[in-house]
């Protein structure tokens, strides 16, 4: 079981905006700790998708957007597009297990 | 830019130690911390530990007793060793480094991870 929480899958239309929580607790992600966000696709490395709650690397589309709020954080991903379609990851720094954490990870699918 | 590439068998036995090398190139290893990451078939990821450039350690308290990570300033790599491998033990591994000098996480370079299976 993960130290965050993800669930397990998440789906919408092209065109839609889905949305992927990330729920921790007054250790990690309420502890003031940053959430990062991964997209990996199918036989690959993840790829970093946001960094410290809300930003974007370069060559990543402002469709993906981060954001947090207490013990949670979550992943939007707006104007969904086929390419989307990859499993999604949230990782913070746990205080109490002195190191790093990884929600389970959440499927994306696109109808 | 940095590329990170790993390296080891990919078949280990039952009980042995697994022993993997994380090659750093176009950048120097000093100022970072770097970390191994794994992923069983078909699961999620999971941290096992990190090390910083200097040769202090950090590792996932549920492999503790078995993980040592190493680094080799002079080579610009470094290295995990896990002992008493299971078949649990069986993932892809990569090794990774953060965006920012002095971070844990917000890992920006990723090797392409190696596969390593633990079976007789």
């Known amino acids: 079981q993960s130290v965050l929480t993800q669930p397990p899958s998440v789906s919408g239309a092209p065109g839609q905006r889905v949305s992927i929580s990330c729920t921790g607790s007054s250790s990690n992600i309420g502890a003031g700790h940053d959430v990062h966000w991964y997209q990996q696709l199918p036989g690959t490395a993840p790829k970093l998708l946001i960094y410290v709650n809300s930003n974007r690397p370069s060559g990543v589309p402002d469709r993906f957007s981060g954001s947090k709020s207490g013990t949670s954080a979550s992943l939007a991903i707006s104007g969904l597009q086929a390419e989307d379609e990859a499993d999604y990851y949230c990782?913070?720094?746990?205080?109490?297990?002195?190191?790093?954490?990884f929600g389970g990870g959440t499927k994306l699918t696109v109808l | 830019q940095v590329q990170l590439q790993e390296s080891g068998p990919g078949l280990v036995k039952p009980s042995e130690t697994l022993s993997l090398t994380c090659t750093v190139s176009?950048?120097?290893?000093?100022?970072?911390?770097w970390s191994w990451i794994r992923q069983p078939p078909g699961r999620g990821l999971e941290w096992i530990g990190y090390?910083?450039?200097?040769?202090?350690?950090n590792y996932n308290p549920s492999l503790k007793s078995r993980v040592s990570i190493s680094v080799d300033t002079s080579k610009n790599l470094f290295s995990l060793k896990l002992s008493s491998v299971t078949a649990a033990d069986t993932a892809v591994y990569y090794c990774?480094?953060?965006?920012?000098?002095?971070?844990?996480?917000?890992?920006?370079?990723w090797g392409q991870g190696t596969m390593v299976t633990v079976s007789s």
């Open positions: 990774a480094r953060p965006m920012y000098r002095g971070t844990y996480g917000d890992f920006d370079i």
């Open positions: 176009g950048g120097s290893i000093t100022n970072y911390y």
């Open positions: 990782q913070s720094y746990d205080s109490s297990l002195s190191g790093v954490v």
């Open positions: 090390i910083y450039y200097s040769g202090s350690t």
